[in-house]
């Protein structure tokens, strides 16, 4: 966790002031700020007076790419068509439907790291429909979700139970995911009374609307009326009663593979983005008790705990995690996926002349 802390220089914030500071911003490392067109690219260039980086983790050097521009393109086919000209040389979040498109090109490479991001759909409970436990249950089985990644992720992605991913610190093997059994959905939402006349509203954005449209698609099934609608933020604007959506299809990044950088601003009564409006006075008290102790056994009982208590109540529809793919020009050298989501370029080459 020390490792993603951003280190600044105190007495120039002081004298800027954080304004002042996201215009000509000062940090460390291997690359400094060189300019930027505000949303549409930031420019970096090679430090040279920086250290090299420690010796044990040769090579020990400057930077040897000069310049980097990172450019904002929110379509896909714009990003795979900008690589395929070499108009970028790294694109990454790509839909895996897109991956057979890009394997067709000679010139550009696929990678991929295991899934440090957790993707699901949190229920807005503030509807009557949603408080009923057995209502959200039903959605969990009404899903079949190892489809959704057959299908729409080339089984590329892990199936959970929960939001834990599988090498998050404290997570239950033995806690199975909700099973597909779509007559036990219908058994559970007909003992519910379950407002068929009603138009679910499921809100996504880009990035999960392919899980948005698996579950349009499996709640019609059912018999539920359903629409999707894509948003731009990857948070909704409004939680509660007053908001518009329903279901809302999103995701959280957890790098450090530390549950409480999820269950904490996700799932608490107090978390940060708990759009759900999701409150359990126990997985509260629980997480109090988790922060605080440094016994790993401790809090591996906690965190078995908590998950516990989330597939129980069932606050979201749970998903999954999705391996993630980033496309590369074939001239790009030493170029390697971060887990934490970093673009770490200090080593990286291009074989032809630099752009």
């Not at 120039?12 to 000062?26: Q, R």
């Not at 895996?96 to 759909?121: E, G, H, N, W, Y």
């Not at 058994?187 to 499921?202: D, Q, S, T, V």
């Not at 102790?293 to 999705?322: C, N």
Request: overall charge neutral.
């Amino acid at each position: 966790m020390l490792s993603l802390q951003e280190i600044v220089p105190e007495k120039y914030i002081k004298e800027v002031g954080l304004e002042g500071f996201n215009e000509k911003p000062i940090g460390t490392g291997p690359y400094k700020f060189a300019g930027r067109k505000k949303g549409n690219e930031i420019i970096l260039k090679s430090f040279d007076d920086y250290y090299g980086g420690p010796a044990e983790l040769p090579p020990v050097q400057i930077a040897p790419i000069k310049h980097l521009v990172f450019r904002v393109a929110p379509s896909y086919i714009e990003q795979v068509s900008m690589l395929k000209k070499r108009d970028c040389n790294i694109i990454f979040n790509i839909p895996s439907d897109l991956i057979p498109v890009l394997r067709m090109s000679k010139d550009v490479v696929i990678q991929s790291i295991p899934a440090t991001r957790s993707v699901f759909a949190e229920l807005n409970l503030s509807r009557p429909y949603f408080k009923d436990v057995r209502v959200r249950r039903a959605l969990n089985h009404a899903l079949d979700v190892e489809t959704i990644l057959k299908q729409k992720f080339m089984g590329k992605g892990q199936r959970l139970s929960t939001i834990f991913l599988p090498n998050t610190t404290g997570f239950d093997p033995g806690l199975v995911a909700y099973p597909y059994n779509p007559q036990l959905a219908k058994r559970l939402l007909a003992e519910a009374n379950f407002p068929y006349g009603e138009i679910i509203l499921i809100y996504t954005n880009q990035s999960e609307l392919l899980f948005a449209d698996g579950i349009s698609l499996y709640l019609t099934k059912l018999g539920i009326k359903n629409r999707v609608k894509v948003v731009k933020g990857a948070r909704p604007d409004y939680i509660g009663e007053n908001a518009p959506w329903d279901i809302f299809a999103g995701s959280w990044g957890n790098s450090t593979l530390e549950p409480t950088d999820i269950i904490d601003p996700k799932l608490t009564g107090n978390g940060s983005s708990n759009y759900s409006g999701f409150i359990s006075h126990e997985l509260d008290m629980i997480m109090e008790k988790a922060q605080k102790t440094m016994s790993p056994s401790l809090r591996t009982k906690y965190f078995y705990r908590i998950q516990r208590i989330l597939y129980d109540e069932a606050p979201m529809i749970f998903g999954y995690a999705p391996d993630e793919f980033y496309a590369v020009t074939s001239n790009v050298i030493n170029f390697h996926p971060s887990v934490s989501g970093m673009l770490e370029m200090h080593d990286v080459t291009l074989e032809e002349k630099e752009r």
